[in-house]
């Protein structure tokens, strides 16, 4: 007779690289006794692999654990596990004040999942696994996916080294340590023989790629080695830091064809008394420059960005320069971030700590500009034919296909809505663009 298996449910928070992190953990109890449901109230355990990047990250991770710890109450869960970022951040806070959790694992031990669960059999107490966050397993971790089968996240690098004073990630994730090129092909092997048709390539800058290991493995390196991958149609490079685009990537993004001609570039702000503030290492000279070499050197290359407004000592001039950059660069796609005062950050500290509703504003104005300006950039692709990946129907009717353009990344960017032509999930088509809203594509399928 045998046993049943216990079930696991587990809720990924914040950024893919935290997703990545998620799809591991489940690869390791689905080698074990477990069975992975993406329904909770059908879960023995639930876990939330949570994000405190930022004030929100933190909330929504709070409300999330506090949501799900309902079902200790109304239905079969015996194990709440909160995993990633806000224990490794937060722990001794959290164990007094969510005592409905029965473990808290940080972000060096989450590749123990199965045997933390194990230890936790027979105590009623609350555990805590929180230690190093250099740790760094890179054995063949095993990778149960949870995005479509079509498109992946491969995560080149952990943790980080920059040291921006605004923010937790190094403390939080370590240092910089690179994969070695061998695993990573490997995984993204074993990704296309699954079905994956895009990867995409994430780290928390991954222009910092293999300066660490022994060998010194170059970024530009590993994306001719992916590229050589058969069936694989798309690699997107995802955070790539100002200072580290170098003349040889920008030659491989142009000259390579399976990698879109998309880049996220997070500057954070333009103003160099600001910059110099944040410790970024580039200057408004040569953030500029860099936009018109890439500009120039891959025509029609979308480009991605962050800002953050409000932080402190951002005066009303360094604002309108930067509302001015954004008018004058026109990003294809802008992320906009209210400065979120993060304690155990050098920015903290800093005098000159702006409002709440000077803030708000600031975002308000900076989003409304983008939004002109997306519409205007889209409108310019009216009567061109992108490729496009189908990713299901759209949400309001089934009469209508949506999916992305290789100018689009996963679930930040943007859609396409396909109102002429069959296809299926996965595909990748070419759309002649018919039309367009401020951040969405309307088109025709096309032979």
Same mark, same amino acid.
């Given at each position: 007779?045998?046993?049943?298996?216990?079930?696991?449910?587990?809720?990924?928070?914040?950024? +893919?690289?935290?997703?990545?992190?998620?799809?591991?953990?489940?690869?390791?109890?689905? #080698?074990?006794?477990?069975?992975?449901?993406?329904?909770?109230?059908?879960? /023995?355990?639930?876990?939330?692999?949570?994000?405190?990047? @930022?004030?929100?990250?933190?909330?929504?991770?709070?409300?999330?654990?506090?949501?799900?710890?309902?079902?200790?109450?109304?239905? &079969?869960?015996?194990?709440?596990?909160?995993?990633?970022?806000?224990?490794?951040?937060?722990?001794?806070?959290?164990?007094?004040?969510?005592?409905?959790?029965?473990?808290?694992?940080?972000?060096?031990?989450?590749? *123990?999942?199965?045997?933390?669960?194990?230890?936790?059999?027979?105590? %009623?107490?609350?555990?805590?696994?929180?230690?190093?966050?250099?740790?760094?397993?890179?054995?063949?971790?095993?990778?149960?996916?949870?995005?479509?089968?079509?498109?992946?996240?491969?995560?080149?690098?952990?943790?980080?080294?920059?040291?921006?004073?605004?923010?937790?990630?190094?403390?939080?994730?370590?240092?910089?340590?690179?994969?070695?090129?061998?695993?990573?092909?490997?995984?993204?092997?074993?990704?296309?023989?699954?079905?994956?048709?895009?990867? #995409?390539? @994430?780290?928390?800058?991954?222009?910092?790629?293999?300066?660490?290991? !022994? %060998?010194?493995?170059?970024?530009?390196?590993?994306?001719?080695?992916?590229?050589?991958?058969?069936?694989?149609?798309?690699?997107?490079?995802?955070?790539?830091?100002?200072?580290?685009?170098?003349?040889?990537?920008?030659?491989?993004?142009?000259?390579?064809?399976?990698?879109?001609?998309?880049?996220?570039?997070?500057?954070?702000?333009?103003?160099? !008394?600001?910059?110099?503030?944040?410790?970024?290492?580039?200057?408004?000279?040569?953030?500029?420059?860099?936009?018109? *070499?890439?500009?120039?050197? @891959? +025509? =029609?290359?979308?480009?991605?960005?962050?800002?953050?407004?409000?932080?402190?000592?951002?005066?009303?001039?360094?604002?309108?320069?930067?509302?001015?950059?954004?008018?004058?660069?026109?990003?294809?796609?802008?992320?906009?971030?209210?400065?979120?005062?993060?304690?155990?950050?050098?920015?903290?500290?800093?005098?000159?700590?702006?409002?709440?509703?000077?803030?708000?504003?600031?975002?308000?104005?900076?989003?409304?500009?983008?939004?002109?300006?997306?519409?205007?950039?889209?409108?310019?692709?009216? /009567?061109?034919?992108?490729?496009?990946?189908?990713?299901?129907?759209?949400?309001?009717?089934?009469?209508?296909?949506? =999916? &992305?353009?290789?100018?689009?990344?996963?679930?930040?960017?943007?859609?396409?809505?396909?109102?002429? =032509?069959?296809?299926?999930?996965?595909?990748?088509?070419?759309?002649?663009?018919?039309?367009?809203?401020?951040?969405?594509?309307?088109?025709?399928?096309?032979?």
């Amino acid at each position: 007779m045998s046993t049943a298996k216990e079930k696991v449910s587990l809720v990924s928070l914040g950024c +893919p690289k935290n997703l990545v992190d998620a799809e591991v953990m489940l690869g390791y109890l689905a #080698n074990e006794k477990y069975e992975i449901t993406t329904d909770e109230r059908d879960a /023995d355990i639930i876990i939330v692999n949570t994000c405190s990047f @930022i004030k929100e990250a933190k909330q929504e991770s709070i409300d999330t654990i506090l949501d799900l710890a309902d079902r200790k109450h109304d239905a &079969r869960c015996r194990l709440l596990i909160v995993t990633g970022c806000l224990p490794q951040r937060y722990q001794e806070e959290l164990a007094q004040e969510l005592p409905e959790v029965d473990i808290f694992v940080g972000t060096g031990d989450y590749p *123990r999942i199965a045997e933390i669960i194990a230890e936790k059999e027979g105590t %009623d107490e609350q555990l805590r696994y929180v230690g190093d966050p250099n740790l760094f397993y890179d054995e063949n971790l095993p990778r149960l996916k949870s995005s479509p089968a079509y498109t992946a996240y491969l995560k080149i690098a952990e943790g980080c080294s920059n040291c921006c004073s605004y923010c937790v990630i190094p403390s939080l994730r370590g240092s910089f340590r690179s994969r070695p090129m061998a695993r990573l092909l490997e995984e993204a092997r074993t990704l296309v023989a699954g079905g994956v048709k895009e990867i #995409n390539l @994430i780290a928390q800058d991954i222009t910092g790629y293999g300066q660490d290991l !022994p %060998d010194r493995p170059t970024l530009e390196e590993l994306i001719r080695e992916v590229a050589k991958i058969e069936g694989l149609a798309w690699i997107r490079l995802l955070y790539a830091y100002p200072d580290g685009i170098r003349e040889s990537l920008i030659e491989v993004i142009r000259t390579e064809a399976k990698v879109c001609n998309y880049l996220d570039i997070p500057l954070q702000h333009i103003s160099d !008394p600001i910059l110099k503030k944040m410790n970024r290492r580039s200057s408004e000279a040569e953030i500029r420059a860099l936009i018109a *070499r890439l500009r120039e050197a @891959i +025509p =029609g290359v979308a480009l991605r960005t962050s800002l953050i407004v409000g932080f402190p000592g951002e005066t009303d001039d360094d604002f309108k320069k930067l509302l001015r950059f954004v008018e004058e660069a026109q990003f294809d796609r802008l992320g906009v971030f209210c400065y979120s005062r993060e304690e155990g950050t050098p920015a903290a500290e800093m005098p000159e700590q702006v409002s709440e509703r000077v803030k708000r504003e600031r975002y308000k104005k900076l989003m409304r500009a983008q939004a002109r300006l997306s519409f205007r950039r889209n409108r310019q692709l009216i /009567d061109t034919v992108e490729q496009v990946i189908i990713e299901g129907y759209s949400e309001e009717t089934e009469l209508l296909l949506r =999916g &992305r353009s290789a100018r689009q990344a996963p679930d930040i960017d943007g859609q396409v809505y396909v109102t002429a =032509g069959n296809a299926n999930v996965g595909d990748i088509v070419n759309l002649r663009i018919t039309d367009s809203s401020d951040y969405d594509l309307i088109g025709e399928i096309v032979d």
